[in-house]
């Protein structure tokens, strides 16, 4: 079973930032990639941000029309970690932030999920 643990969510005021971290742990043998998620009130929930965690395309990048220019994914492949790195915040970024997982344990591949982080952007 994989867990993945978000931190860093909180309230900030507009034109803030915010660093948003996701630690992978249990009965991992690789991560394909992994990617952030949000979802306002009222909303279906987005993709923000993805990362390549291995192969050939290792660290490419996707992001949001909305988000580009302004967050950025990285990862620590040693940690099993990814980041997401949220600046020039705008009140419309105000949601809960899942972290997501395609991850390979001893059974195979899956998609996990985190328990999700608030990001609050206001003044």
């Known amino acids: 079973q994989v867990h993945l643990v978000e931190s860093g969510g909180g309230l900030v005021q507009p034109g803030g930032s915010l660093r948003l971290s996701c630690a992978a742990s249990?009965?991992?043998?690789?991560?394909?990639?992994m990617g952030w998620y949000r979802q306002a009130p009222g909303k279906q929930r987005e993709l923000v941000a993805e990362?390549?965690?291995?192969?050939?395309?290792?660290?490419?990048?996707a992001y949001a029309d909305s988000v580009k220019g302004r967050f950025t994914i990285s990862r620590d492949n040693a940690k099993n970690t990814a980041y997401l790195q949220m600046n020039s915040l705008k009140p419309e970024d105000t949601a809960v932030y899942y972290c997501?997982?395609?991850?390979?344990?001893?059974?195979?591949?899956?998609?996990?999920w985190g328990q999700g982080t608030q990001v609050t952007v206001s003044s």
């Open positions: 997501n997982a395609n991850t390979r344990s001893l059974s195979g591949w899956g998609i996990s």
């Open positions: 249990g009965s991992i043998v690789s991560i394909g990639a």
């Open positions: 990362i390549t965690m291995i192969g050939s395309t290792a660290g490419s990048t």
